[in-house]
């Protein structure tokens, strides 16, 4: 049983992302959303944590949230992938639960 963890909030703001990842089990995917498509930019703190949970999770990252932010996907750390909202229903049809974290 996978579950899908949602996260909206920066990692400047607060701890969703680093908790959202000690608690994740292998198999189990992240979607970062809204201000959390921060962290995914390489060379921060949560961009080293999520590049270390590759090896058991897959994270995922909205386009859509990065274009918002005038973020360009050449930016994000090695190994995330990009979704756009299709890829985003997908995510929840394939996994068993969704967890969101704020």
């Given at each position: 049983?996978?579950?899908?963890?949602?996260v909206?909030k920066?990692?400047?703001e607060?701890?969703?992302?680093?908790?959202?990842?000690?608690?994740?089990?292998?198999?189990?995917?992240?979607?970062?959303?809204?201000?959390?498509v921060?962290?995914?930019v390489?060379?921060?703190?949560a961009a080293?944590?999520?590049?270390?949970?590759?090896?058991?999770?897959?994270?995922?990252?909205?386009?859509?949230?990065?274009?918002?932010r005038?973020?360009?996907?050449?930016?994000?750390?090695?190994?995330?992938?990009?979704v756009?909202?299709?890829?985003?229903v997908?995510?929840?049809?394939?996994?068993?639960?969704?967890?969101?974290?704020?």
């Amino acid at each position: 049983m996978s579950m899908l963890h949602i996260v909206n909030k920066s990692p400047f703001e607060r701890n969703a992302v680093a908790s959202c990842l000690s608690h994740a089990s292998e198999g189990d995917a992240v979607l970062l959303i809204e201000d959390a498509v921060i962290g995914a930019v390489a060379g921060s703190q949560a961009a080293t944590l999520l590049t270390s949970a590759l090896t058991t999770k897959a994270i995922y990252v909205l386009g859509e949230d990065l274009a918002a932010r005038g973020i360009e996907q050449s930016r994000l750390a090695q190994g995330l992938q990009v979704v756009d909202y299709s890829g985003f229903v997908d995510l929840t049809v394939q996994h068993d639960k969704t967890q969101s974290w704020l």
